[in-house]
């Protein structure tokens, strides 16, 4: 049986996947970007996570026009609820995610569906615009091109993804991966993350990729809200997260032959990185959270080998963190956020 045809009917080329909660201000926009291009052979699954704003009626209008359109509601329950419910209804060879605040340019899904017909890749990846409140646009193509074997391709991404496009090669909607792939190894999304949960899905999904394509398409226009100045900070609960997606992905090219040494320097960097970070992210310090950030680290079997390579400028927390000196190391964590309060209240 042919894949573009199941039990007599016949199967959209691709799926769009797009997870919403109250953005009534957004889909129609996203809608309208994905309604009117010129490839039609698509099906839009819109799933509502709850949204209680507006976006509920918007979206019925749209379905009610267009009958790609096809309107789902769940109890707010998350993206990735909500995305592996838009997996489990999709009927696409391919499927494909857009996030409800951003849009694609036209001729979009045209480009990348001819590029999947003449590939037949397991998974495309491509570029996106990254596009700010200020009107600036930043265009972010991959260092990678043409067709890769999944060697080759983990031996090459991650120089990409970690020097020069940070994250673009998991992020979710740049895409373009097989259904049957998606079905015959059941993927779909960790509910229990709130970071980097797209990142841990596609490299999943890697694991079971045979064939991959990337190549310079842009059309994706991801919009940035809000101030990027700063530097990001993450909960400190959130770190045990961060470094297991690390070490997820150190595991992968382990296991694929693929952790060259410049992939484990890369690699040891992060994880080493994120494992210091924990201590000076901590909001509150008491010795349980301490002692549970410390056997996070020592139970983990990349942290302490990246610890020891890591170059750092907090070379005291290192050697604490290196000799498992739980009190000093608290005392560390109180002394640094007292010396950040008494610094912000310089600066106001």
């Known amino acids: 049986m042919s894949d573009k045809v199941s039990c007599g009917k016949v199967k959209p080329f691709i799926s769009v996947v797009i997870p919403v909660y109250n ?56 993206v990735s609820v909500a995305r592996n419910l838009g997996i489990g209804i999709a009927s696409g060879m391919y499927l494909l995610f857009v996030d409800a605040d951003d849009e694609i340019e036209d001729g979009y899904l045209q480009n990348i569906a001819d590029t999947a017909k003449s590939t037949m890749a397991d998974i495309l990846v491509w570029g996106i615009k ?40 998991g992020f979710v909607s740049n895409k373009l991966l097989k259904k049957s792939i998606i079905d015959r190894y059941n993927l779909r ?15 999943s999904s890697y694991a079971h990729c045979e064939s991959f394509y990337c190549f310079p398409e842009t059309g994706y226009r991801y919009h940035i809200y809000g101030n990027t100045g700063g530097p990001v900070r993450y909960k400190d609960s959130l770190f045990g997260q ?26 040891n960097d992060a994880i080493g ?67 950040l309060s008494l610094r912000l209240k310089k600066k106001r």
């Open 23 to 78: 953005m009534a201000a957004r889909i129609g926009r996203c809608l309208d970007s994905i309604v009117g291009q010129s490839f039609k052979d698509v099906e839009i699954i819109v799933v509502d996570d709850g949204s209680t704003d507006g976006t509920t009626d918007i979206i019925k209008e749209y379905a009610s026009r267009d009958t790609r359109v096809r309107y789902f509601r769940q109890e707010n329950s998350g």
């Open 189 to 203: 999304f960790d509910r229990t993350m709130i970071l980097m949960e797209d990142y841990d899905f596609f490299l």
């Open 130 to 169: 990254r596009c700010f409140e200020n009107g600036s646009v930043e265009e972010w193509k991959p260092d990678l091109k043409g067709s890769y074997g999944r060697q080759a391709f983990l031996e090459a991404f991650p120089r990409d993804q970690y020097w020069h496009h940070v994250g673009l090669y």
């Open 273 to 339: 990185g994120l494992s210091i970070a924990s201590f000076l992210e901590m909001r509150k310090a008491t010795y349980s959270k301490v002692k549970t950030c410390m056997d996070t680290i020592w139970d983990n079997p990349y942290c302490i080998p990246a610890l020891n390579r890591k170059e750092t400028s907090k070379t005291l927390l290192k050697r604490l963190i290196l000799k498992r000196n739980i009190p000093i190391t608290l005392l560390f964590v109180r002394a640094w956020r007292l010396y």
């Open 242 to 267: 961060l470094i297991g997606v690390q070490t997820k992905c150190a595991d992968l090219l382990k296991s694929e032959g693929a952790l060259t040494d410049t992939n484990e320097r890369i690699l």
